[in-house]
C-alpha cells in the first residue's frame, strides 16, 4: 500500500476526490456569506440571497467530514494538522494584527475592525484557544473554528474510545443522539426554544457535527449498501433549497451526512479529480485568508466609496473580493502553506517522502 499522503482526506494512499471537492464548495459558501454580510443587503429579499446567508452552515459541514476523516487514520496525526493549518493561521494573525494597528494609528479604522481586537485577542489567536469556552469572532473572524477543530484533534483519541468496539448500531444511535441535541440546543428555529450559553456555542457545534462525522465513519468502516450514494448526492441537491427556504438550519445539517457519505465513497458527479485535488488544496487558504480581505477591503471600499452602495457597486465588489481572495489563497498554498508543512511534517516525523509535496489536507 502506497504512503499516506498526509493527515487529511488522503490516508494510506487514499485519495478521495469528492470530499476534497466538498470541501472547496463548503469553503466557498462561507466567503460568499462573508461577502454578502458586509454589502448594504438591507430590505434585498431574495431566495439565493438567503440560501448565501445559511454560509455559516458550511462551517458544520467542515466539521462533519473532519470527523469522518480523522476517525480513518490517526498515525502523525496531530504533527500534520499543526503543520497544516498554523502556518497560514498566523501568518494571517500577522498580517490582520498588523493591518488593525495601522488603521486604528491612523484614524481611519472603521468601527466593526476596532471591535474586532479586544484587550488579549491577539495571545488567544496564537495559541489556538480564542473560542475555548467563549465566542471568538474576533481578529481573523474565520479562525475560531480553527480553534474548536484544534481542540478536537486534541481530544480525539478519548472521543474515539466508545467507537473503538460499538458496532454500526451503536454509531446509528450516536448520530440520532447527537442531531436531536444539534437541533435542541443550536437551531434558532426549535419549537421549545432551549437557551444555550452563547459563550458555549462554537465548542458545541464542533463537538455535535464531529462527533457525526466520527459515527458516519463507524456506519461505512465495514461496507455500504449501493443506494448511499446516490441518496447522498440527492441529500447535496436538496441542501439547496433548504437553505433557500426552510427557516431552520437543522434540515440542511442533516443532509450533510449522507452527502459526505457519498462524497467519500465516490467522486463528485462531473468533477474531475484535477480539479478536486485544486478544490481541495485552497479549501482551507480560502478559508484562512478570505477573513481579512473581505473584512478589510469591505469595510474601507463601503465607507471610502458612495458608489458601491448601489446595486451595480455590489455586482462588481462581490466578484472582485471573491477574485482577491482566491487569488491570495493560492499564493498563500504556494509560498507559505506547502513550504511550511513540508519542513514542520519533515522535521517532527523524519518523514521525507515527496507525497508531501501535493498532500492534500481536509481544512
Not at 478519548?158 to 450516536?174: E, I, T, W
Not at 465513497?265 to 484535477?274: A, N, T
Not at 481572495?325 to 504556494?334: F, G, P, Y
Given at each position: 500500500m502506497a504512503r499516506a499522503r498526509d493527515g487529511g482526506d488522503a490516508v494510506q494512499g487514499e485519495f478521495l476526490p469528492g470530499l476534497h471537492a466538498l470541501r472547496g464548495l463548503a469553503a466557498l459558501w462561507?466567503?460568499?456569506?462573508?461577502?454578502?454580510?458586509?454589502?448594504?443587503?438591507?430590505?434585498?429579499?431574495?431566495?439565493?440571497?438567503?440560501?448565501?446567508f445559511r454560509g455559516p452552515l458550511g462551517v458544520d459541514l467542515f466539521f462533519v467530514m473532519s470527523g469522518y476523516i480523522i476517525a480513518r487514520r490517526y498515525r502523525d496525526f496531530i504533527v500534520r494538522r499543526l503543520a497544516r493549518i498554523y502556518p497560514l493561521h498566523?501568518?494571517?494573525?500577522?498580517?490582520?494584527?498588523?493591518?488593525?494597528?495601522?488603521?486604528?494609528?491612523?484614524?481611519?479604522?472603521?468601527?466593526?475592525?476596532?471591535?474586532?481586537?479586544?484587550p488579549g485577542e491577539f495571545w488567544r489567536h496564537l495559541f489556538l484557544v480564542q473560542a475555548w469556552g467563549r465566542y471568538g469572532h474576533s481578529l481573523n473572524v474565520p479562525a475560531w473554528s480553527i480553534s474548536v477543530e484544534w481542540l478536537l484533534y486534541l481530544l480525539f483519541p478519548?472521543?474515539?474510545?466508545?467507537?473503538?468496539?460499538?458496532?454500526?448500531?451503536?454509531?446509528?444511535?450516536?448520530i440520532v443522539l447527537l442531531c436531536g441535541l444539534r437541533i435542541a440546543f443550536i437551531d434558532d428555529h426549535h419549537p421549545r426554544g432551549l437557551p444555550t450559553p452563547h459563550d458555549w456555542m462554537p465548542l458545541l457545534r464542533g463537538v455535535l457535527s464531529f462527533g457525526c462525522g466520527m459515527a458516519l465513519e463507524r456506519l461505512l468502516r465495514d461496507g455500504a449498501p449501493a443506494w448511499i450514494v446516490p441518496l447522498g448526492w440527492l441529500a447535496g441537491l436538496a441542501v439547496i433549497p433548504a437553505a433557500m427556504f426552510l427557516p431552520a438550519d437543522w434540515p440542511a445539517v442533516l443532509l450533510f451526512l449522507p452527502l459526505t457519505a457519498a462524497a467519500a465513497?465516490?467522486?463528485?458527479?462531473?468533477?474531475?479529480?484535477?480539479l478536486a485535488r485544486v478544490a481541495g488544496d485552497l479549501s482551507y487558504p480560502l478559508y484562512i485568508v478570505h477573513g481579512p480581505v473581505v473584512v478589510g477591503a469591505t469595510s474601507l471600499l463601503l465607507e471610502h466609496v458612495p458608489a458601491l452602495h448601489t446595486g451595480a457597486g455590489m455586482v462588481v465588489l462581490t466578484p472582485g473580493l471573491l477574485a482577491l481572495?482566491?487569488?491570495?489563497?493560492?499564493?498563500?498554498?504556494?509560498r507559505v502553506e506547502t513550504p511550511a508543512r513540508r519542513w514542520i511534517v519533515r522535521r517532527f516525523t523524519g518523514d521525507a517522502g515527496p507525497s508531501l509535496d501535493k498532500a492534500p489536507s481536509a481544512a
Open positions: 462561507v466567503v460568499l456569506f462573508h461577502i454578502f454580510y458586509l454589502l448594504p443587503l438591507a430590505g434585498v429579499v431574495h431566495p439565493l440571497i438567503d440560501a448565501v498566523l501568518l494571517m494573525l500577522l498580517c490582520t494584527a498588523g493591518f488593525i494597528a495601522l488603521t486604528i494609528r491612523s484614524g481611519d479604522a472603521p468601527p466593526e475592525l476596532i471591535e474586532l481586537a479586544p478519548l472521543l474515539a474510545l466508545p467507537f473503538v468496539r460499538g458496532g454500526r448500531g451503536f454509531a446509528l444511535l450516536c465513497l465516490r467522486p463528485l458527479p462531473g468533477c474531475p479529480e484535477r481572495s482566491l487569488l491570495l489563497a493560492w499564493r498563500a498554498h504556494r
